[in-house]
């Protein structure tokens, strides 16, 4: 294992069962409320959503298309304040759609509010959020996810596309990083 990383929060083994469990809930939710192969849009953010993403698609058999977003982080040491811009948006009209945001982590809650509230203004027929991970004790604002695999602390998390310093975003599992060692880290 990397020196940065102080031990394993959550092995792959664990994401795997729970993201099969979540996908097989979703499933459930959708067949009631969508009668024929109307596809769902699952749109996730780069960069992070990517390896959680493509494990929930493994596990998720219904009619869906993929879509991707990309929107600025409003400064990687200041997560609290600024507002998240959109630069790569949508290239599909979403009204009338059945939307699944798929996000790997939930944090301050701030990109999901933004993106919800940006979403809303296009009248999609629902709009659900599934993540990977939610850090109950840091939101800044109010925003639920529908559907989640797993609520964690607030350490400092890498893997399945969490990064620093965008390394890390590959491992299989979510490590904890030693704040620590991180303070004087040569990379
Ligand atoms: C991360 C993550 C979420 C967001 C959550 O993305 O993928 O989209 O932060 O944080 P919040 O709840 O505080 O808004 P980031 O902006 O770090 O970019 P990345 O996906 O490229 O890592």
Same mark, same amino acid.
């Given at each position: ?17 729970? #993201? ?8 459930? /939710?959708? &067949?009631?409320?969508? $009668?024929?192969?109307?596809? =769902? %849009? ?65 944090? #301050? ?8 509230? /940006?979403? &809303?203004?296009?009248? $999609?027929?629902?709009?659900? =959020? %599934? ?57």
């Amino acid at each position: 294992m990397h020196p940065l990383i102080k031990n394993v929060l959550l092995n792959k083994e664990e994401i795997n069962k729970r #993201t099969n469990q979540v996908a097989l809930e979703i499933e459930e /939710y959708y &067949k009631k409320i969508i $009668p024929n192969e109307e596809p =769902i %849009v699952l749109v996730g953010f780069l960069k992070g959503c990517v390896p959680f993403m493509g494990k929930f698609l493994e596990n998720f058999s219904l009619s869906c298309q993929t879509e991707y977003m990309l929107i600025s982080s409003y400064g990687s040491n200041i997560k609290s304040s600024g507002k998240p811009e959109i630069l790569l948006d949508l290239k599909i009209p979403i009204e009338n759609r059945h939307i699944l945001i798929v996000e790997d982590v939930i944090d #301050t809650g701030i990109t999901l509010d933004f993106m919800v509230d /940006y979403f &809303k203004m296009q009248k $999609p027929k629902s709009i659900k =959020i %599934v993540t990977m991970l939610d850090k109950v004790n840091s939101h800044k604002v109010d925003i639920k996810a529908d559907w989640k695999c797993f609520d964690v602390g607030d350490d400092f998390l890498v893997g399945m596309g969490l990064d620093v310093n965008e390394r890390f975003r590959n491992l299989p599992y979510i490590g904890v990083i030693d704040t620590e060692k991180l303070k004087n880290w040569k990379w």
